[in-house]
C-alpha cells in the first residue's frame, strides 16, 4: 500500500495567480499521476509525472498550464498557472507502488482550489 | 480510444434495498477492470477490483464479476446500509499504458433509513 499526503488541503485564490500543489509518498512507487475532479464530475487524467524527465500530458492539458516536477520516487508537484475560475476544481495525486496488471492505484485527500 | 460508461445517479434507495450499477467499457487491450469509492468528504479509495475475464471481485458487501462478453463490470449489493451512501466510480486500466485510470462519470447513491 501507499500513504499519500497532498498539500494543501484547499485554497482559494486570485485568478492570474499560481497555486503549487505537494504529492509526498511514505514509500517509492514507480508511477505518479495528477488527475482533475471538476465540480460534479468525474476524474480526467492530468498528465504522468516521470522521475527525472518532463511529465507525460493527456490531450487537452499542457505543460505551460500545468507545469509538474518529480525529482524523486516518493515526491511530486504539480503547479497551476495563471488561473482563471475555470481552473476551480479538486486536484488529485494518485500513486501505482509498481507496474503491471494486478496493481491498484492509492489516491491523495485532495486539494480542493477554488478561484476568484 | 478507452472509455468507462456507467449509469447516470443520483440513485436513492431504502435501506436493506438491493443495489446495481451497470458500467461497460471500451478497451484495446485488456484491461484490470476496478470499483472506487468516494465518501462524503473523503478521499477516492479502492473499494474492488478485476484483473481478467470471470474474475470477481467483492468487499464490504459489493461484488461485480469481469464480462468480456459483454465488456460490463456491473457492481452489485445485496443489502445496502446508510453508510454505502457514496459516489461510486467504474475505472479500467491497461498495464501496457503505464496504468493510468480511465474512470467512468460517477453514480451517487443515496440510501435513506
Known amino acids: 500500500s501507499a500513504v499519500i499526503s497532498q498539500k494543501p488541503s484547499r485554497d482559494i485564490c486570485q485568478r492570474g495567480t499560481s497555486l503549487t500543489i505537494q504529492c509526498q509518498v511514505d514509500s517509492q512507487v514507480t508511477m505518479m499521476f495528477w488527475y482533475r475532479q471538476q465540480p460534479g464530475q468525474s476524474l480526467t487524467l492530468i498528465a504522468t509525472a516521470n522521475q527525472g524527465s518532463e511529465a507525460t500530458y493527456e490531450s487537452g492539458f499542457v505543460i505551460d498550464k500545468f507545469p509538474i516536477s518529480r525529482p524523486n520516487l516518493t515526491f511530486s508537484t504539480l503547479t497551476v498557472s495563471n488561473m482563471s475560475p475555470e481552473d476551480s476544481s479538486i486536484y488529485l495525486c494518485?500513486?501505482?507502488?509498481?507496474?503491471?496488471?494486478?496493481?491498484?492505484?492509492?489516491f491523495g485527500q485532495g486539494t480542493r482550489l477554488t478561484v476568484v | 480510444g478507452d472509455s468507462v460508461t456507467q449509469m447516470e445517479g443520483p440513485v436513492t434507495l431504502s435501506e436493506e434495498a438491493f443495489l446495481t450499477i451497470n458500467c461497460t467499457y471500451t478497451a484495446t487491450g485488456y484491461p484490470s477492470l476496478f470499483w472506487y469509492v468516494q465518501y462524503p468528504g473523503e478521499g477516492l479509495q479502492l473499494l474492488l477490483k478485476a484483473t481478467k475475464a470471470d474474475d470477481k471481485g467483492s468487499n464490504k458487501g459489493f461484488e461485480a464479476t469481469y464480462r468480456k462478453e459483454t465488456t460490463s463490470f456491473h457492481l452489485e449489493k445485496g443489502s445496502v446500509q446508510v453508510s454505502d451512501s457514496a459516489v461510486y466510480f467504474c475505472a479500467l486500466s491497461l498495464g501496457a499504458a503505464g496504468n493510468k485510470l480511465t474512470f467512468g462519470g460517477g453514480t451517487r447513491v443515496l440510501v435513506k433509513p
Open positions: 494518485s500513486v501505482v507502488p509498481s507496474r503491471g496488471m494486478n496493481t491498484e492505484a492509492f
